[in-house]
């Protein structure tokens, strides 16, 4: 099991940062196959062998990830991955 915790400051609107999430949002469920569902400010997400949430704050994002064992050998390009797509969509603003 590996976690993977990702803090991105950014300045946008709350409505832009949700935009900007469900962005992040697409594209991991595109490349790893998950199911989002929002709840207010948080956006849950998971599928076999990872789960986590994206957390919308004024200033930054949060993004939470828990990693089953098979996706845990590949934690660390999953991460940078990851956190470079929050740092595109949320980081461009900030």
């Not at 590996?2 to 940062?17: F, M, R």
Request: glycine share 8%; hydrophobic share 45%.
């Amino acid at each position: 099991m590996a976690d993977i915790h990702i803090v991105q400051e950014h300045s946008l609107t709350p409505g832009k940062a949700r935009e900007a999430a469900q962005q992040v949002a697409d594209k991991m469920a595109e490349e790893y196959d998950l199911a989002c569902t929002w709840e207010g400010d948080v956006l849950h997400f998971e599928r076999s062998g990872v789960e986590g949430s994206l957390t919308l704050a004024l200033k930054q994002a949060q993004m939470h990830l828990k990693l089953g064992f098979l996706f845990s050998a590949f934690s660390s390009k999953i991460e940078h991955k990851v956190a470079e797509n929050m740092q595109k969509v949320f980081g461009g603003a900030a």
